[in-house]
């Protein structure tokens, strides 16, 4: 099983490191499982114009490619302006209605207000249940303030909400298989 998290996030380490968290718990929950993180800000992804795949550049092919490659995604976005970034929102733009069917799709968000953690329930969710992405109920997320100087995270509460994403994330999958 492949499991890809985006961190869709062009500045900063915060939301890569929330992502990779998420994908460290899926393996060590499954050491089976092969993990992948994308780092959007590793990457230049272009426009969406409407134009089919192959006009794009090689970033954006290979990005896509293997999202549509794996088996669950987790994806991570800082919360700017009451919604996910830009950047993240122009990927999810490529895809087409059933691209992540039979994906579970986790979220985990970060942000600098309290005010920010509905987001990811009400913008997030209903792009990646559009694109028939599995929402798993559980989606984590992390005030700024719980990150300390290295970006790692630092609250308990947090790991365990992360762990139990995880553990659902991987629950639905291998449901699905059935």
Do not use: C, W
Request: net charge negative; no cysteine; aromatic share 8%.
């Amino acid at each position: 099983m492949k499991v890809v998290g985006i961190s869709g996030s062009l500045i900063g380490a915060k939301t890569s490191k929330a992502v990779y968290e998420v994908l460290a718990a899926i393996k060590s929950l499954d050491p089976n499982v092969q993990i992948e993180l994308l780092d959007l800000k590793d990457f230049e992804i272009e426009f969406v114009n409407g134009s089919p795949l192959s006009y794009y550049n090689d970033d954006t092919i290979k990005v896509v490619n293997k999202m549509l490659e794996a088996d669950m995604l987790v994806f991570g976005s800082p919360i700017y302006q009451a919604s996910i970034s830009g950047v993240l929102k122009n990927l999810l733009d490529f895809f087409p209605v059933d691209s992540f069917k039979n994906k579970v799709t986790g979220i985990i968000t970060t942000g600098g207000t309290e005010k920010h953690f509905l987001v990811s329930e009400f913008h997030l969710k209903p792009i990646l249940s559009y694109l028939k992405g599995t929402v798993p109920v559980h989606q984590v997320f992390i005030h700024n303030d719980n990150f300390d100087d290295d970006n790692e995270i630092t609250n308990q509460g947090l790991k365990k909400r992360i762990h139990q994403l995880a553990e659902e994330m991987l629950a639905l999958q291998k449901s699905m298989k059935k």
